[in-house]
Nanobody, 113 residues
């Protein structure tokens, strides 16, 4: 059993920054591949960023150069640093561990213009 708990969401003005955290607990002894997804109202859930066990990262084109995914294996935590936020980044952000099929409960990010 794996549990993922996100935190760090909130309301921010356009151009601002937020850092999301995803703490993993349960049957994980070390973090494997981890993803961040987001879902805006009325839209499908989309992949934002992914980090592989070896450290390789990939980003959606819409966030390249603005978002950075990172991990702290000692703390079993994955982060998403979001800079230069835009109103279109408004969504619920979810942490995902694909190897375990686990999702967090989501954290709301709202960017005002």
């Amino acid at each position: 059993q794996v549990q993922l708990v996100e935190s760090g969401g909130g309301l921010v003005q356009a151009g601002g920054s937020l850092r999301l955290s995803c703490a993993a607990s349960g049957s994980i002894f070390r973090i494997n591949d981890m993803d961040w997804y987001r879902q805006a109202p009325g839209k499908q859930r989309e992949l934002v960023a992914e980090i592989r066990s070896g450290g390789t990262t990939n980003y959606a084109d819409s966030v390249k150069g603005r978002f950075t995914i990172s991990r702290d294996n000692f703390k079993n935590t994955v982060y998403l640093q979001m800079n230069s936020l835009k109103p279109k980044d408004t969504a619920v952000y979810y942490c995902h561990a694909p190897l375990f099929g686990a999702w967090g409960q989501g954290t709301q990010v709202t960017v005002s213009s």
